[in-house]
């Protein structure tokens, strides 16, 4: 201020004039930072920029077991950046106006321009993906959002991706893909497809010149990742991996040396150095040549042709590819996996605060990695998802000690646990589809884990404790419980929830308070009668193994009763009266489960759960003996 001051003395002693042009200078300055600051600081400027189209994004808590609540951003939009096509800066979430028309789709385009307009601090952070993911795209998004990190991109592989992300203000881009709209199983051309675009979106930006952390879409951020990966300026790749047993016990970077399973790419961040740009050219020269290399086998295969030596001694980096290339390894604990996360819960025995979770290791296609956040109450649904007609049942699981604990972990330990769930849970679901109700899953423990390959339970040198609670697709086929079977076949479709729904913050109030406790009795003993005339309101003693008619009639006094929870599922409902129903239920219920695999030194190794063992006189747990054998219980 004292510059200005001087400046403003000196004009004044020499020419009126340039007093004047002085004076006028520093006042618009000053006008212009009122108005700026006031902008800025004005509740009102920040709220009113809400999009309605995505309000429903509301923040979920890190997981039931511990970190820290998520702020809900969306409210509050800070980052500015501009819309392909558009010189008006906007906000991330900040919807285009109703009136206004889509941009032609060439304003979309990939270019240095664009990912200048996004990137911080010289870095971008992009995924990509097809309109069938746009639940996961939202999901993505929001978790940075939430974490005040917006400088990210999407690539929309179809046009109808694009267009829906661009009016929920979502920043995207064009990949001129023109892929179908449609979800791709795992391993199909498709599939293959997608990963070939990624390496091709690799090496459009890396040119640019800015740091690219490149991400799949079934992976969601629960911690700023910038300032971990900051750490390593030398690093030319970070990668994550697929190492189930830990290499360290901290946050350094795993141990190199320990890491025997494949890089995975789901998760990594490119500096635009001479080795990586090397090195993804020839990934994509790779890929190009031949379609049937899946492109993360690809990947291990360049990145592995050399591995050491070591960086430096403290640093965790090593030399890789070329020689030249300074790679490193992201550390399991804290940058997830399917198993490192939802099975050994590592982070949580670590004590350590995880980055990321990576959907992998899971049976269940894209329904099963959607349920699997679900579960951990890191998915965003729309609010009818929290208030679906009919309402809710749910039920207190038991489970004696002797089946949970007692004994060894061994494949009869394990099923005996197994189906005495099960066979709660399918009568959850007969009471569930009586009363047109969505069922909340209950919580599933397993004393040995599900992997692809014979194992003896647990893997070796990995932190899986036993029991452990289980993912659902660990036991049941979620892909087949959430498809559209035949009514003319399987009966009315069930509805289900994941067992952490009821503590889900997202759940609205009217939902929560709107609740009957079923408790469970002996016919013919005191105040056993089907009555709610008890001393705690909301409150209804059920006789046990009550009939079709009995449950039809009590409960229709409570169909406006959101949720309804009953003490237990032991001898909880008879059976239905239409043997025609019968029938169509019990097909149902054979293809909602799925397969333990796999035994050791047996061909096949897997054993086929059945939602009706307790029908079999002598039901054991054995692999098939013979091909004929080998098909599921129905």
Avoid at 141 to 148: A, E, Q, R, S
Avoid at 421 to 429: E, G, H, P
Avoid at 532 to 537: A, D, E, G, Q, Y
Avoid at 581 to 608: D, Q
Wanted: aromatic share 12%.
């Amino acid at each position: 201020m004292g510059g200005w001051r001087n400046a403003v003395q000196e004009a004044a002693a020499s020419k009126p004039l340039f007093l004047t042009i002085y004076t006028t200078i520093i006042v618009g300055i000053v006008a212009t930072s009122f108005y700026v600051f006031s902008a800025i600081y004005s509740p009102s400027a920040s709220t009113s920029t809400q999009s309605i189209s995505t309000s429903w994004l509301s923040s979920p808590p890190l997981s039931q077991n511990g970190g820290s609540n998520f702020s809900n951003n969306i409210s509050q939009p800070t980052d500015k950046a501009s819309q392909p096509g558009s010189n008006q800066l906007k906000t991330i979430w900040e919807a285009p106006p109703n009136n206004s028309k889509m941009p032609p789709l060439e304003s979309f385009k990939l270019t240095k321009e664009l990912v200048g307009e996004r990137a911080k601090d010289n870095v971008i952070i992009v995924t990509f993906g097809n309109f069938a993911f746009m639940d996961f795209i939202l999901t993505w998004v929001k978790h940075l959002t939430d974490l005040d990190v917006s400088n990210l991109l999407v690539g929309a592989m179809d046009t109808k991706l694009l267009e829906a992300l661009y009016w929920e203000g979502v920043p995207v881009f064009d990949m001129g893909s023109h892929m179908s709209t449609i979800d791709v199983g795992w391993g199909s051309p498709t599939f293959h497809k997608m990963g070939r675009e990624k390496v091709l979106l690799i090496n459009a930006i890396l040119p640019f010149g800015y740091e690219l952390l490149m991400c799949d879409t079934d992976m969601v951020w629960l911690k700023d990742p910038l300032p971990y990966l900051a750490q390593y300026p030398d690093a030319d790749i970070l990668t994550s991996s697929d190492q189930v047993v830990p290499t360290v016990v901290d946050d350094r970077l795993a141990d190199w040396k320990q890491v025997g399973a494949a890089y995975n790419i789901g998760i990594f961040h490119w500096r635009p150095t001479e080795p990586a740009i090397k090195l993804a050219k020839e990934w994509k020269d790779m890929l190009l040549a031949d379609d049937k290399i899946w492109d993360q086998n690809g990947f291990n295969e360049l990145a592995r042709k050399q591995t050491g030596p070591a960086v430096d001694d403290d640093s965790g980096l090593f030399y890789a590819f070329d020689g030249t290339l300074k790679l490193g390894i992201l550390p399991e604990s804290i940058f997830c996996s399917g198993h490192t996360y939802f099975v050994q819960a590592m982070y949580e025995q670590l004590r350590l605060e995880p980055y990321a979770l990576h959907t992998t290791f899971q049976y269940g296609g894209t329904e099963g990695k959607r349920h699997r956040l679900r579960e951990a109450m890191v998915f965003y649904d729309p609010p009818e998802y929290y208030d679906a007609p009919g309402g809710f049942l749910s039920f207190k699981p038991s489970i004696p000690k002797s089946l949970l604990l007692d004994g060894e972990h061994n494949l009869e330990s394990h099923f005996s646990l197994i189906n005495y769930q099960m066979k709660q849970i399918r009568s959850a679901l007969a009471i569930a589809s009586l009363l047109n109700r969505t069922l909340v899953m209950p919580p599933l423990w397993c004393r040995l884990d599900r992997l692809w390959f014979s194992h003896p339970g647990v893997l070796e040198g990995s932190m899986t404790r036993q029991p452990f609670l289980c993912p659902l697709d660990h036991i049941f086929e979620v892909n087949v419980m959430l498809k559209d079977l035949p009514e003319e076949e399987f009966g009315p479709a069930i509805n289900i929830r994941e067992y952490s729904f009821l503590n889900n913050p997202l759940l609205p109030q009217q939902v929560k308070e709107s609740w009957l406790d079923v408790q469970l009795c002996q016919e013919g003993t005191e105040d056993c009668h089907a009555s709610s005339n008890t001393s705690r309101p909301g409150l209804l003693r059920f006789p046990k193994n009550s009939t079709e008619e009995m449950f039809k009639t009590v409960f229709s006094s409570f169909k406006d009763v959101k949720v309804i929870q009953f003490s237990s599922m032991q001898g909880a409902f008879y059976s239905f009266t239409d043997k025609t129903r019968v029938e169509k239920f019990r097909n149902r219920m054979k293809r909602y489960v799925g397969i333990w695999c796999c035994v050791e030194n047996h061909t096949p190794g897997h054993i086929y759960y059945d939602m009706y063992w307790d029908e079999k006189s002598g039901w054991k747990p054995a692999p098939p003996q013979t091909p004929e054998e080998d098909h599921p219980p129905f």
